[in-house]
């Protein structure tokens, strides 16, 4: 089972609004990630999470704010986002990779295509 | 100077032919390597990945990877119309396992 599931598939929000995108997976990886894409542009990397904790802020603005409540789950709050913001918002996750050879495959879940109003 | 690079395309090749896919990376360090494909409106969707030298063949998708001369390229044989699509290369860091940095991808169009 290679599925990284995101929800909502939708979001429209207002510029006070708060709400928050959830990311699920059971392959037992533990580096979770959230990437920004929008049209036409490669992902974009927003944080990383290893083994539950945060390992990589990209310089986001705290407008976004990660959470990892375990290893198979992935939260990002948003509160008072920017029109600027809309975008696909994608989760991935990957197992950890510490040193030496090898690889850890990094696979994404659908996304969630974003609105703010 | 942008740590992995694509040409952006596209790239056009008849139903049938090979397409040919290329990326360079900065980085000498760079431990893996990645080859994604992305539908319009759709994620990424792991197609290949390759870390030793050489040829990794997987159906009708081979990636090549050069760390001598820092590219890696993808071939496709026998192209469909359904392989059109954004293909984006992703490169592993060194120093940073957990890091993955993409170039811009190149668009390929399958022409029946």
């Known amino acids: 089972d290679t599925e990284v599931t995101q929800t909502p598939k939708h979001l429209v929000m207002g510029m006070t609004n708060k709400k928050s995108l959830k990311c699920e997976q059971h392959?037992?990886?533990?580096?979770m990630y959230w990437y920004k894409q929008k049209a036409k542009k490669p992902p974009e990397l927003m944080f990383v999470?290893?083994?539950?904790?945060?390992?990589i802020n990209e310089s986001v603005p705290s407008r976004f704010s990660p959470e990892c409540p375990n290893s198979s789950l992935l939260n990002l709050h948003l509160h008072a986002l920017q029109p600027e913001d809309s975008a696909l918002y994608l989760c991935?996750?990957?197992?950890?990779?510490?040193?030496?050879?090898?690889?850890?495959?990094?696979?994404f879940g659908p996304g969630t295509r974003l609105t703010v109003l | 100077q942008k740590e992995v690079e694509q040409n952006s395309g596209p790239l056009s090749v008849p139903e049938g032919a090979i397409a040919s896919l290329n990326c360079t990376y900065s980085d000498r360090g760079s431990q893996s390597f990645f080859w994604y494909r992305q539908y319009s409106g759709k994620s990424p969707e792991l197609i290949m990945f390759i870390y030793s030298n050489g040829d990794k063949e997987d159906g009708r998708f081979t990636a090549q990877l050069n760390k001598a001369s820092q590219y890696v390229s993808l071939l496709i044989r026998d192209s469909q119309p359904s392989d059109s699509a954004t293909y984006l290369c992703a490169v592993n860091m060194g120093y940073n396992f957990n890091k993955f940095y993409f170039g811009s991808g190149t668009k390929l169009n399958v022409k029946p």
């Open positions: 999470y290893s083994y539950e904790k945060l390992s």
């Open positions: 991935a996750s990957s197992q950890v990779l510490a040193g030496g050879m090898g690889a850890n495959e990094q696979f």
């Open positions: 392959m037992g990886h533990r580096a």
